[in-house]
């Protein structure tokens, strides 16, 4: 029986989803609390609530855009920092030092930056990078627009930064590395069927998008 990509797509996610749900159930049962995700916020926003902030590793790239974010995926990749399924040296530092309840105030607090909403009808992609689309499957995840992910622990891309979205696909493909990359059965199988030209280009439509992620500045530092 021959099975189309999405259709394999479909049953690995299934299962990637089962495999962590006694983590995300867990996650589920914590309500964030909004105030309390700003307080603790001051340890994020001198790269996250920094307009255009460049990270310097593992190459120079902007910090991704958090805010309008859900929170579910808020806490399952800083869940991911913590447990080394991504591997990033001074986000797992600071991961590791929160609690559940401390990861789901943040979460709150990011999620309520929601104002924004998607563009009813996306930009066009190019045939060459629709095509591309389409051979990850990508949409089946992420959504309409690419802001409409069809689990709740999943990203909203549409209007992410590009050189963010690189560098993230990347990291998917990147083996035995203690400092650098991630680990995700579905993502990873995903990006390795691409060139590093072609995730760039992918990588490139998707923030052209009109999606519901920003970068909100944050009044000040104390």
């Given at each position: 029986m021959n099975l189309s990509w999405p259709t394999i797509l479909?049953?690995?996610?299934?299962?990637?989803?089962?495999?962590?749900?006694?983590?995300?159930?867990?996650?589920?049962?914590?309500t964030g609390d909004v105030r309390a995700g700003q307080q603790r916020a001051e340890m994020c926003i001198g790269c996250h609530g920094v307009v255009g902030y460049q990270n310097s590793f593992p190459e120079i790239h902007k910090v991704p855009k958090i805010s309008g974010q859900s929170a579910p995926y808020i806490v399952s990749s800083l869940r991911a920092y913590q447990t080394g399924q991504?591997?990033?040296?001074?986000?797992?530092g600071i991961a590791s030092a929160l609690s559940e309840q401390e990861m789901a105030d943040l979460a709150a607090f990011y999620a309520s930056?929601?104002?924004?909403?998607?563009?009813?009808?996306?930009?066009?992609?190019?045939?060459?990078?629709?095509?591309?689309?389409?051979?990850?499957?990508?949409?089946?995840?992420?959504?309409?627009?690419?802001?409409?992910?069809?689990?709740?622990?999943?990203?909203k891309i549409g209007g992410q930064h590009a050189d963010y979205l690189f560098v993230a696909l990347r990291a998917y493909t990147v083996e035995g590395n203690r400092v650098v990359g991630r680990a995700s059965p579905v993502m990873s199988g995903i990006a390795k069927r691409?060139?590093?030209?072609?995730?760039?280009?992918?990588?490139?439509?998707?923030?052209?998008?009109?999606?519901?992620?920003?970068?909100?500045?944050?009044p000040g530092f104390r």
């Open positions: 479909r049953s690995l996610a299934a299962l990637w989803l089962l495999s962590g749900a006694a983590g995300f159930a867990q996650a589920q049962t914590l991504r591997r990033h040296p001074t986000m797992r930056h929601s104002d924004k909403k998607a563009a009813a009808v996306p930009r066009s992609a190019s045939v060459e990078v629709a095509a591309l689309l389409e051979k990850g499957a990508c949409m089946v995840c992420h959504g309409a627009n690419f802001s409409q992910p069809i689990e709740p622990n999943t990203p691409y060139t590093l030209a072609e995730l760039r280009a992918m990588a490139a439509y998707l923030a052209s998008v009109e999606g519901e992620l920003s970068t909100v500045p944050q």
